[in-house]
């Protein structure tokens, strides 16, 4: 997930209809905070970003990166369903002796004990 902060921050201003001095006068910053925050050169603190967030109705992370609740569900259930995928087909004889190697070694040993 990319930072996009300063587009989003911007575009979610807009959307309010909030002028860059309104904005700062709720997070009690200076317009120009504001301003270099929405041209990337530089970025809030920590409460800052969480005081923009409830001011602007979104949560953390979409004003961050820019992606919602719902694209994370969907992001997560898309690669839910691929794990199910990979779990439903049987493994192979490579995969076996990746997943089992420690047990081939032990099992090695212990013939060579039995048979030494």
């Known amino acids: 997930m990319e930072n996009q902060f300063s587009q989003q921050l911007g ?3 807009r959307q309010a209809n909030l002028s860059q001095e309104q904005l700062a006068q709720q ?3 200076t317009r120009q905070s504001v301003s270099k925050w ?3 050169e530089t970025t809030p603190d920590l409460d800052t970003l969480i005081k923009l967030a409830n001011l602007l109705q979104v949560d953390l992370n979409e004003l961050i990166t820019g ?3 719902t694209n994370l569900s969907q992001s997560a259930d898309q690669h839910s369903t691929s794990e199910q995928l990979q779990t439903e ?3 192979n004889v490579w995969e076996f002796l990746a997943s089992y190697w420690w047990a081939i070694i032990a099992l090695a040993a212990v013939i060579g004990i039995f048979f030494h």
Do not use: D, I, N
């Open 11 to 13: 575009k979610l201003r």
């Open 27 to 29: 997070v009690f910053v």
């Open 38 to 40: 929405e041209q990337g």
């Open 67 to 69: 992606t919602t609740a």
């Open 89 to 91: 087909r049987p493994m």
